[in-house]
């Protein structure tokens, strides 16, 4: 009997998802799975990175700056501080819809592990760390005439604007030592002080929630989410979620928005999240995220035969929210652009074939909505799967299978980013989880390629 995993195509790497465990990878500069998808933009952010590692070299162009006394280290943050930018928390709401698989942003602060006023205590888990900025600029020729709050957006560029226009309103950020309207243009020689403690960003609770990190350094985090783990409190979730153990496990996130999270996934989705450690390290894999040198691949188990599928090698539809059914998502021609690859396609049997999938982009339930779209659904998928999961020739034990898998047979099995400080590119990778790899046994038992 053939072996029920020969590819239809270069399967390389679902054999190296399904190793025993999750896998870091340090790429080669500008490289990526996603390289030789003619269809698919895979942009690099290492400019980015470059000019941010400057930025932290040389903190203002006036004069020295008494470094922030902060726990850990803060480096970064994407170049969204123009005129253009409004709070990060309204670049959540803008980008929250864009994802199935993905989404969710946040904003920057400025750390340096060499001025701290600890006493060397390591954070306490489940215990929020103070933050403390404390930072002086002095204005220097160039800068003369400007705005005190066009100058404070350009020199404290860890902040958003609209976080630089409370502390002046507060007196948290001063002008040569008192309060003064934002409205007022600076001379040179003028002095700036920005003096404040960033808060909780939100009220969500520490819980001491087991997490899988597969990969971690200073600024980084990737955690390998559990089927059944809601990402973000939310209505009827309030506890249990991610970001509640994030807050527990890593009390020094408390002022990020939602702990550091960069995107989502669904509930019942399994697989690689993207979590930055600090404000300027979320920022700039937020901007990643929408450049699109953040890519992710899936895995998923699909009711489609292979030739079928691939036909389908790169789905071209929008979608937008169903008008009558709120809490799901369809193909309408009045929704956002969304692109989805399938990569491989592997025949578990006749009907049903593992599938490696791309997002080009990450619009809500995209995957899930795109395969179901083509009659071909994600085997355990209630919502857009229905009684389509249920092909022709299925033993009774394959049926039932099919019938008691509890969610979507979906996995999040590589992520790969540009690291946001060394400029490197960043590949993880993690095994199918054990429920899924039961359900392809399964479905392949007997099952001989001709």
């Not at 808060?199 to 980084?220: G, L, R, T």
């Not at 009827?236 to 994030?246: D, P, R």
């Not at 990450?362 to 009659?375: A, D, F, K, P, Y």
Request: net charge negative; glycine share 6%; aromatic share 4%.
């Amino acid at each position: 009997m053939k072996s029920a995993y020969k590819t239809v195509s270069d399967f390389a790497m679902y054999e190296s998802a399904m190793n025993n465990d999750a896998m870091t990878t340090k790429l080669p500069k500008n490289k990526s799975l996603d390289a030789d998808l003619s269809t698919s933009e895979v942009l690099t952010a290492q400019e980015l990175s470059a000019q941010k590692l400057a930025m932290k070299a040389l903190p203002t162009k006036g004069s020295p700056v008494q470094k922030s006394t902060m726990p850990n280290e803060l480096l970064e943050e994407n170049e969204l501080l123009d005129d253009n930018e409004s709070a990060l928390d309204e670049q959540i709401q803008d980008i929250s819809d864009d994802d199935d698989e993905l989404d969710e942003l946040m904003d920057g602060d400025v750390i340096d592990d060499e001025d701290e006023e600890s006493d060397g205590a390591a954070p306490v888990a489940g215990q929020a760390v103070p933050v403390i900025i404390d930072v002086t600029h002095t204005v220097i020729e160039d800068e003369a005439g400007l705005r005190i709050d066009k100058l404070a957006s350009k020199i404290f560029t860890d902040f958003s604007r609209v976080q630089l226009q409370g502390w002046i309103g507060d007196g948290s950020l001063l002008y040569n030592g008192s309060v003064q309207k934002p409205k007022i243009r600076v001379k040179a020689g003028d002095i700036l002080h920005l003096s404040t403690t960033l808060e909780q960003h939100s009220e969500d609770q520490p819980e001491n929630i087991n997490i899988d990190v597969v990969y971690e350094d200073d600024d980084v985090l990737v955690i390998n989410k559990p089927v059944g783990m809601v990402v973000h409190p939310g209505a009827g979730n309030q506890t249990g979620t991610l970001v509640n153990a994030l807050l527990y496990h890593y009390p020094q996130q408390h002022h990020l928005p939602r702990a550091g999270l960069v995107h989502r996934i669904d509930k019942d989705t399994s697989g690689l999240l993207l979590i930055g450690k600090t404000k300027p390290a979320q920022m700039a894999l937020m901007e990643q995220l929408k450049d699109k040198s953040v890519y992710r691949h899936y895995q998923c188990v699909v009711a489609g035969d292979a030739a079928s599928l691939l036909r389908h090698r790169r789905i071209d539809a929008p979608i937008g929210r169903h008008r009558n059914q709120r809490t799901k998502m369809t193909v309408m021609t009045a929704g956002r652009e969304a692109v989805t690859h399938l990569l491989t396609v592997t025949p578990l049997n006749d009907n049903y074939c593992l599938v490696d999938v791309s997002l080009e982009t990450g619009r809500t339930h995209q995957i899930r909505v795109h395969l179901s779209h083509i009659t071909y659904p994600i085997v355990g998928d209630r919502v857009y799967g229905g009684r389509r999961q249920l092909r022709a020739g299925l033993t009774e034990v394959q049926r039932q299978a099919i019938n008691n898998f509890p969610r979507q047979a979906l996995h999040a099995y590589t992520l790969g980013f540009v690291h946001p400080t060394t400029g490197e590119d960043i590949e993880v990778t993690t095994p199918i989880p054990e429920d899924m790899q039961q359900l392809m046994a399964v479905l392949s038992d007997g099952y001989d390629e001709e």
